[in-house]
């Protein structure tokens, strides 16, 4: 069941999604993570074929949407036959406690003029096996994305170790200093214990005489 399971998700669907309230044909792929994680692919996945989604800023791709679609522009994809096309892609949350989304793209030679099988099959095909591999970038992002939340982790727990060997240094430099304080403070108790024994003996001799 789970090789079967594994097997389905790997694998895109052609679907139909509402575009600027149109029915529009699709390709619809599974994948077992969040809607961060499946975002976060989209872009990791264009980098890898070179193309930089965050040209102005690093959230520059998020702001750049129609209808809810994420549209990367100019696109050349050597998988789609060194083709240039418009990219449209949508994320929607499958299930609502638990990490499964549903990635929809739209291909667009320009213009929204988006293709689908009956007219443009080859594209459509090579279309189809470019999103399949968003399953094994996925997995790859996220486990890069557990790597770096990690890392930060083992940073954090460093940075917070680090603080308290300078805290137990300042505090034991304090002991020692106030060790050296009390010494001096017993030190000079005694002195004036002795001082205070003298004078007590001039005082009672003082008075002897006094006496007489």
Not at 40 to 69: C, E, H, R
């Amino acid at each position: 069941m789970l090789v079967t399971s594994a097997t389905l998700l790997a694998q895109s669907a052609n679907d139909r999604i509402k575009f600027n309230k149109i029915l529009q044909p699709a390709l619809m792929l599974e994948l077992p993570y969040t809607v961060d994680e499946t975002e976060g692919t989209i872009v990791s996945k264009l980098k890898q074929i070179g193309y930089d989604p965050a040209t102005k800023g690093s959230l520059f791709w998020k702001k750049n949407t129609q209808d809810g679609f994420y549209v990367f522009k100019q696109v050349n994809i050597s998988a789609l036959g060194s083709r240039t096309v418009d990219l449209y892609f949508k994320v929607s949350k499958k299930k609502k406690n638990a990490p499964a989304t549903n990635l929809y793209m739209l291909i667009s030679s320009g213009q929204e003029a988006f293709v689908n099988p009956d007219t443009n099959m080859e594209l459509w095909q090579d279309a189809r096996a470019f999103l399949d591999g968003f399953t094994d970038a996925a997995e790859s992002y996220t486990i890069d994305q557990d790597i770096i939340a990690q890392d930060n982790k083992l940073k954090t727990l460093r940075n917070k170790y680090s603080t308290l060997q300078a805290d137990q240094k300042e505090l034991e430099e304090r002991i020692l200093k106030y060790q050296k304080e009390l010494e001096t403070n017993r030190t000079r108790q005694a002195e004036l214990e002795r001082e205070m024994e003298n004078q007590g003996r001039v005082v009672e001799a003082a008075r002897a005489k006094r006496s007489l």
